[in-house]
């Protein structure tokens, strides 16, 4: 089945213990991305790939890092996670990197974080 | 301003009735996408479409690309179509360049109750 898999789904940690969470895709897309939600605020951008070793920030980066060595993996880093940073994030991809905002997107089913 | 804006906010319906949601963008687009976030948070893609009308099921979508305006109709909802509706534009990330990223609007609540 063709999907995007975060891990994990949910996190409770506290101020400054870093964290790793995970995304992987089984398409073969070129894209994939990072959003967080907050309420009020919507789907934000926190960086993106347009292919393997070809990351990017986004709008909202700070306290964040990625790295993508395979195509199908991009895990998203906290180094000294805040908990302004708790939040609901979400991982997508899309078949293509330069036309990423008119492919379908595909979504991950989220990760809950909570930094206290 | 907000580059998408949705309308409403919040919507409440009984089962049964057509529901609009509304879409404006201020930005130039090729493509325009609505999402679904059901409570629990899975987001899926509804539709991406860059004319005219596009159906499936009991939702349709359409777009004017000259007005900046999209709107997603449920027909004859239903509590199971309670969820966030969520649209988005692409946005040309470079000037002259062909990479895009997507904005995202802030979403509509809909409940239908039965």
């Known amino acids: 089945e063709a999907q995007v898999t975060q891990n994990p789904r949910y996190l409770i940690t506290v101020t400054g213990k870093k964290l790793t969470v995970t995304c992987s895709q089984n398409?073969?897309?070129?894209?994939m991305s990072w959003y967080r939600q907050d309420p009020g605020l919507g789907l934000r951008q926190i960086y993106y790939?347009?292919?393997?070793?070809?990351?990017d920030k986004g709008d909202v980066p700070e306290g964040y890092k990625v790295s993508r060595k395979e195509k199908r993996n991009f895990p998203l880093i906290l180094e000294s996670p805040s908990p302004n940073q708790t939040s609901l994030y979400f991982c997508?991809?899309?078949?293509?990197?330069?036309?990423?905002?008119?492919?379908?997107?595909?979504f991950g089913p989220g990760t809950r974080l909570t930094v206290t | 301003k907000n580059e998408v804006e949705q309308s409403p906010q919040n919507l409440t319906a009984q089962e049964g009735e057509f529901i609009t949601i509304n879409c404006s963008y201020s930005v130039g687009i090729s493509a325009l996408h609505w999402l679904q976030q059901h409570p629990g948070g899975g987001i899926v893609s509804l539709f991406m479409?860059?004319?005219g009308k596009k159906k499936h099921g009991r939702l349709i979508a359409t777009i004017n690309i000259q007005e900046k305006h999209s709107s997603l109709h449920i027909t004859a909802s239903h509590p199971r179509d309670s969820a966030v509706y969520i649209c988005?534009?692409?946005?040309?990330?470079?000037?002259?360049?062909?990479?895009?990223?997507?904005?995202f609007g802030k979403g509509t609540l809909l409940t239908v109750n039965p």
């Open positions: 398409m073969n897309h070129e894209y």
């Open positions: 479409l860059s004319s």
């Open positions: 988005a534009v692409p946005r040309r990330m470079n000037s002259g360049g062909s990479n895009y990223k997507l904005t």
């Open positions: 997508a991809s899309s078949p293509h990197g330069t036309l990423a905002g008119v492919n379908e997107q595909y």
């Open positions: 790939s347009m292919n393997v070793e070809v990351t």
